[in-house]
């Protein structure tokens, strides 16, 4: 069996660098939170109360963007440095045996497998990952023994001209066995000049004990590297966007100009379904089975079914569209939009908190708003459902093969029976018994000749 691993993630720093009101581990990349592409990271070396996140500046705020995963969480009250922060996990219940990995809560690019070979490369006292950087400024240097272990780690302003050329270097990812690293990390004492306690000082007091650190170089040094500005965080959303094409790629997913398109962690796509460029689906979006998504569409929370064609520029939020149905272009679904088998809703149509059912359509410049639409009817272009009076919202029900003329106000509360049918530009207040007239406008009246007497006086006038 492998040995116990917990992991201690730091998560507590303000991150001054980003300019921010917000904690760094809350800015977003790829569509989650930094610190939760780490504990997704993590989850898949070892089980969720095995984890602790180390959190401090809003501490509040932190938890709640990652405790649904359910690890454990310790404050650290008091920025003193990144022992410091550690030290924090010492008697944490599990955390007293096996093997000890430290991550950091604004690296999100860094892998499982690289994870996987971290742990298996760790065989006594401490080993680290390190990396090679053809520009190593700004990372401790990694000074080897005869043995090729860790002879010493030398940071940028303390190299001297000769290990300045050193391109292997520390990004802070360690292992430990846990009985060795508490009691040397609780025997470190603050740094004189800074006043803080810095973790790699134990891999010097594990070394004058007879335990040298092992190193375990990557093989992509992009993993390993954390945020630290604006600048960073949009390359590191970058490099996680790619990663779920491949991944939807791989799938049977066909993604055209696959770098202008946003598809977020938790969004998903089934084979053989086309994605247009520039579109995006965010969040816990769903698409099933020869889909295609338009280009510049906006996909939120939403759940598409199989067969489904999105056209361009529709924006979908929080909205489930079944199998066969036709969306836009330039269609909007508000959140509590349903679309059931086949129906159809078409450019500039609006629908918030409505079903439309199978087979039914509203093709042109309507809003429907808090309303249940029956299979197979037909809602006209320029239709809006009155569905508020200023204090509170009401529904409208519109029965099965109804039709529903161009123009037509629905007043609600309002039903509409099955077959019925609404006159062009009526106003409707009253409900519409099945397949019934509902008309509601005013009689037609002409008037000879009042257009040429309009015209005549118009140009009398302009000559006076």
Not at 269 to 287: C, H, K, N, W, Y
Not at 388 to 415: C, Q
Request: hydrophobic share 40%; glycine share 10%; charged share 20%.
């Amino acid at each position: 069996m492998s040995p116990h691993t917990s992991i201690v993630i730091l998560a507590a720093g303000l991150g001054t660098r980003m300019k921010s009101k917000r904690a760094k581990v809350l800015h977003r990349a790829g569509g989650l939170c930094l610190l939760e592409h780490v504990v997704r990271t993590a989850l898949t070396v070892t089980a969720a109360e095995n984890i602790v996140a180390i959190v401090g500046h809003q501490a509040a705020e932190v938890r709640a963007q990652v405790e649904r995963h359910g690890i454990r969480f310790q404050l650290q009250t008091e920025q003193k440095g990144t022992g410091h922060a550690v030290l924090q996990a010492m008697g944490m219940p599990g955390l007293d045996h096996g093997r000890i990995v430290v991550l950091y809560g604004d690296c999100p690019l860094v892998s499982t497998r690289t994870l996987e070979r971290l742990l298996a490369a760790h065989q006594s006292g401490a080993t680290l990952l390190t990396m090679y950087l053809e520009n190593p400024t700004g990372y401790g240097r990694i000074i080897q023994d005869a043995g090729g272990h860790v002879a010493a780690i030398v940071e940028e302003k303390a190299v001297t001209p000769e290990q300045r050329a050193i391109k292997e270097v520390n990004p802070g990812f360690y292992c430990f066995d846990a009985p060795l690293l508490w009691p040397c990390l609780a025997a470190l004492r603050p740094n004189p000049a800074s006043g803080e306690i810095y973790f790699t000082d134990v891999l010097e007091a594990l070394r004058r004990d007879g335990h040298p650190a092992a190193r375990c170089p990557v093989d992509d040094p992009t993993e390993l590297l954390g945020i630290n500005t604006r600048a960073e965080l949009a390359a590191a959303d970058q490099v996680l966007r790619e990663r779920k094409v491949r991944e939807l790629q791989a799938a049977g997913v066909t993604i055209e100009k696959p770098e202008t398109v946003t598809i977020d962690a938790d969004a998903t796509a089934g084979p053989d379904t086309i994605i247009e460029s520039f579109a995006q689906l965010l969040g816990r979006t769903t698409v099933g089975e020869d889909c295609h998504i338009g280009a510049c569409s906006i996909l939120r929370d939403t759940r598409v079914a199989d067969g489904v064609t999105v056209h361009a520029f529709c924006h979908i939020d929080r909205a489930e569209i079944a199998a066969k149905a036709i969306v836009g272009p330039y269609a909007r679904f508000r959140p509590g939009a349903r679309l059931l088998e086949e129906a159809h809703v078409g450019n500039f149509v609006e629908v918030k908190n409505a079903t439309l059912g199978a087979r039914a359509k509203a093709n042109h410049l309507a809003y429907i708003g808090d309303t249940e639409v029956g299979p197979a009817s037909n809602i006209g272009a320029g239709t809006i459902t009155c569905n508020y009076d200023g204090w509170k919202k009401h529904r409208t029900v519109i029965g099965a093969r109804a039709f529903v003329g161009s123009n037509a106000t629905l007043v609600a509360p309002l039903e509409i029976g099955d077959g019925a049918y609404i006159a062009a530009g009526s106003v409707i207040t009253e409900n519409v018994p099945a397949d019934a007239l509902g008309l509601g406008r005013s009689r037609q009246t002409n008037k000879p000749e009042w257009a040429r007497k309009l015209r005549e006086h118009r140009q009398k006038t302009s000559k006076g």
